[in-house]
């Protein structure tokens, strides 16, 4: 590829991503699954992409894929427990297998992978880590020896814009989830507050405790305060300490 060209291509996929923070509160699944097929349409050679999600306890899931084989090749690397998208994710930055008929490692991988796809050649890059989770980056190809060293390079700068974009939309799906914790914590303040004459202060305390006794998140506590549900009852806080908050095992709270 010129210079020029992939500057070009550089130019085109940064914009990408910076357009994406506005947008995925819209729709997050569908930006990102535009970047993926924008950086399939980058790299020379590469016919189908996806991105892998896998855990330390053999769970594997394509997040996003441009077509049906990236889902193939990781439900053959589920049933397997190998596979160059699962090395990529989880031993090495990066994997790339040249050739499926040839390839020696994940043997019971490639003999399948040969046996029902037409993909012969892989390229695949750590995408992300988590608690127990990561994730790869992986370009397909229906030929052997599709990919070269400057494919991995050029792979490489755009897999860190996917990750860019991996991350914003994990920023926002823990916006909104605290948004709606606060929102409904605060419900919870508020019905509290109506129902025992305490101030917001006292309130929080209460749910509090209740989360403390019951060794629920306090978000969850609050959402069964709201709902109402079951014929527990919170006791009345006494003017001098706070209440010992109980919950019916059956679930939510009546005020």
């Not at 997040?63 to 990781?74: C, H, N, V």
């Not at 508020?190 to 989360?211: C, N, Q, T, Y």
Request: aromatic letters at 6%; one cysteine or more; hydrophobic letters at 40%.
């Amino acid at each position: 590829m010129a210079v020029a060209d992939r500057s070009d291509m550089m130019r085109d996929v940064a914009n990408l991503v910076r357009t994406l923070d506005e947008r995925f509160r819209v729709d997050a699944d569908g930006v990102v699954d535009e970047l993926i097929t924008s950086l399939l349409g980058h790299l020379p050679y590469a016919q189908h992409a996806g991105v892998t999600v896998a855990t330390s306890g053999g769970d594997v899931q394509t997040l996003f894929a441009t077509s049906r084989y990236p889902a193939m090749l990781d439900d053959i690397q589920r049933r397997r427990r190998q596979g160059p998208c699962l090395a990529a994710a989880f031993k090495h930055h990066v994997v790339r297998l040249d050739d499926i008929l040839r390839e020696e490692r994940w043997p019971s991988y490639c003999r399948e992978v040969a046996e029902t796809t037409p993909i012969r050649s892989i390229l695949a890059f750590e995408l992300f880590t988590g608690r127990g989770s990561t994730g790869s980056l992986n370009f397909l190809a229906e030929s052997p020896n599709a990919f070269d060293d400057e494919a991995v390079e050029l792979g490489l700068t755009l897999a860190t814009h996917a990750a860019l974009a991996w991350h914003m939309v994990r920023r926002d799906e823990q916006f909104r989830s605290a948004l709606a914790s606060r929102d409904v914590i605060g419900q919870a303040k508020g019905m509290l507050m109506e129902r025992f004459d305490i101030d917001a202060v006292r309130a929080f305390e209460l749910l509090k405790r209740l989360s403390q006794n019951l060794n629920t998140p306090l978000a969850e506590v609050a959402q069964q305060v709201v709902g109402g549900q079951g014929a527990g009852t919170v006791p009345r806080p006494h003017a001098d300490e706070p209440a010992a908050p109980c919950l019916p095992q059956g679930g939510g709270v009546n005020v």
